[in-house]
């Protein structure tokens, strides 16, 4: 069985929304994209570095999807791992993938995911992805967060909990803080801690 880890850029009041680009993601009105410039050192780089030359598959929604797809291809000398990961992309309006190889999750979303969870393969990278994260959550299917956690606060935007999540605990695994005060927040699910209903 292979796990689901959650990566996010995340604001101190929870928003995850457009942290890379000014354009990334402008739905609702948010005009805040890319908020984390400035914030990036030699020990956050280091960091992003070591998540991203592993071996993983990729779990995605459709925008991250459309972000990526047309970007990753023309750069495989910054992140081959990418192009060679398997993407799982859930959409309902996606009909092909041209970023091969992917395979796209169109219903019976959850049990596909679970039956794909259930594989002997490379663990699972969500990045981005905010409604697949929080369906993830109410469905208790993520086993890890990697929080990138900016000392900002954004006051609105597409947040990582909204409500309805699934209660669950994480143990803290690794933490480090880098010289612009961005903690970068390793946490794996503890499924042995029992909440006393």
């Known amino acids: 069985?292979?796990?689901?880890?959650?990566?996010?850029?995340?604001?101190?009041?929870g928003v995850i929304q457009a942290p890379g680009?000014?354009?990334?993601?402008?739905?609702?009105?948010?005009?805040?994209?890319?908020?984390?410039?400035?914030?990036?050192?030699?020990i956050s780089?280091?960091?992003v570095q070591d998540k991203?030359?592993?071996?993983?598959?990729?779990?995605?929604?459709?925008?991250?999807?459309?972000?990526?797809a047309p970007y990753w291809p023309s750069h495989d000398e910054i992140w081959p791992e990418v192009n060679r990961a398997t993407k799982y992309v859930?959409?309902?309006t996606l009909s092909k993938a041209d970023w091969q190889p992917s395979l796209i999750i169109n219903s019976f979303m959850i049990?596909?995911?679970?039956?794909?969870?259930?594989?002997?393969?490379?663990?699972?990278?969500?990045w981005g992805s905010s409604e697949l994260v929080h369906s993830?959550?109410?469905n208790d299917l993520v086993d890890g967060l990697w929080l990138m956690v900016y000392p900002v606060i954004l006051g609105h935007g597409k947040r990582l909990f909204k409500g309805g999540e699934f209660p669950s605990v994480f143990s803290l695994e690794d933490s480090l803080t880098n010289s612009k005060g961005?903690?970068?927040?390793?946490?794996?699910?503890?499924?042995?801690?029992?909440?006393?209903?």
């Open 90 to 92: 859930v959409s309902s």
């Open 136 to 138: 993830l959550l109410v």
């Open 182 to 197: 961005v903690m970068i927040n390793t946490y794996e699910r503890d499924k042995t801690f029992l909440f006393d209903y």
């Open 111 to 126: 049990e596909k995911i679970k039956q794909i969870k259930d594989e002997n393969k490379p663990d699972l990278f969500v």
């Open 1 to 13: 069985m292979r796990k689901i880890i959650v990566f996010e850029h995340i604001s101190l009041d």
């Open 52 to 68: 991203l030359h592993t071996s993983f598959d990729l779990l995605i929604g459709r925008k991250t999807y459309d972000i990526w």
């Open 21 to 42: 680009g000014k354009d990334e993601d402008t739905s609702g009105g948010f005009s805040l994209g890319g908020w984390t410039k400035g914030f990036s050192d030699e």
């Open 45 to 47: 780089g280091q960091a």
